[in-house]
T-cell receptor, first 112, second 117 residues
Framework: AQSVTQPDIHITVSEGASLELRCNYS??????LFWYVQSPGQGLQLLLK??????LVQGIKGFEAEFKRSQSSFNLRKPSVHWSDAAEYFC??????????FGQGTELSVKP | GAGVSQTPSNKVTEKGKYVELRCDPI?????LYWYRQSLGQGPEFLIY????????DSGLPNDRFFAVRPEGSVSTLKIQRTERGDSAVYLC???????????????FGEGSRLTVL
C-alpha cells in the first residue's frame, strides 16, 4: 500500500529565506506525486504535480519540487518565502487505481 | 458555481444520530473523492467514485459509513449512529479523467465540519 511521510510537523523561516519541505513516499510502481497547500479557512489548492518526464517540476506561487526515485523523495522548495506563504502543506501520492493518499502535513510559519 | 460545493458547511448533531453530507462536484468531472480531516492531521482517504460506482472504498472506517453517487454527479456521504470520534471536517474533491487517468488534479471543496456532541 502506498504511504507518505512528511518528517517535519512545523517549520519556521524568515521572510525572504529559502524553504525546503521534505516528503518521502512508499509505493511500488511509478508514483504520481502532488503538493497541496491549505490556508486557514480555505480549501486545498494544488501547487504542483509530477507523473513523468523532467524530475524538477515548477508550480504556482514560485514553488518547485524535485522527484528523486533513488531516495523516494519529492521535496518542495521555494527560493524566497513571502509572509503569505504561511499555511499547511501536504504531500500526496496517487496509485495506479486513482487513490490519492496524503501525508500528515507540515505547518509553515513565516517570521517578519 | 464553478467549484466543488459541499453542504452543510457546519453540522452539529448528537451521538447516535444519522447524518448526511452532500457534495456537488465540478460539472463534467467523472471522479469524486471523500476525505476526512481531523485537527492537525492530513486528509484521510475514505472512498473514491468513478462515475456511479465506488472504485475504492477501502478507507471507510466501518459499516456506519456509506456513500452513494446514483447518477454519477452529486454524492452523499451517510453516517449512521454517529459517535464523538466522527467529529472532523469531511472534504469532497472531484477530478476529470486525465491522461494518464491517475494524473488528474483533484479540486477540493471547503468541507463540511461535523461536530458530534
Amino acid at each position: 500500500a502506498q504511504s507518505v511521510t512528511q518528517p517535519d510537523i512545523h517549520i519556521t523561516v524568515s521572510e525572504g529565506a529559502s524553504l525546503e519541505l521534505r516528503c518521502n513516499y512508499s509505493y511500488g510502481a511509478t508514483p504520481y506525486l502532488f503538493w497541496y497547500v491549505q490556508s486557514p479557512g480555505q480549501g486545498l489548492q494544488l501547487l504542483l504535480k509530477y507523473f513523468s518526464g523532467d524530475t524538477l517540476v515548477q508550480g504556482i506561487k514560485g514553488f518547485e519540487a524535485e522527484f528523486k526515485r533513488s531516495q523516494s523523495s519529492f521535496n518542495l522548495r521555494k527560493p524566497s518565502v513571502h509572509w503569505s506563504d504561511a499555511a499547511e502543506y501536504f504531500c500526496a501520492v496517487k496509485n495506479q487505481g486513482g487513490k490519492l493518499i496524503f501525508g500528515q502535513g507540515t505547518e509553515l510559519s513565516v517570521k517578519p | 458555481g464553478a467549484g466543488v460545493s459541499q453542504t452543510p458547511s457546519n453540522k452539529v448533531t448528537e451521538k447516535g444520530k444519522y447524518v448526511e453530507l452532500r457534495c456537488d462536484p465540478i460539472s463534467g468531472h467523472t471522479a469524486l473523492y471523500w476525505y476526512r480531516q481531523s485537527l492537525g492531521q492530513g486528509p484521510e482517504f475514505l472512498i473514491y467514485f468513478q462515475g456511479t460506482g465506488a472504485a475504492d472504498d477501502s478507507g471507510l472506517p466501518n459499516d456506519r459509513f456509506f456513500a452513494v453517487r446514483p447518477e454519477g454527479s452529486v454524492s452523499t456521504l451517510k453516517i449512521q449512529r454517529t459517535e464523538r470520534g466522527d467529529s472532523a471536517v469531511y472534504l469532497c474533491a472531484s477530478s476529470l479523467l486525465d491522461s494518464p487517468p491517475q494524473a488528474g488534479e483533484l479540486f477540493f471543496g471547503e468541507g463540511s465540519r461535523l461536530t458530534v456532541l
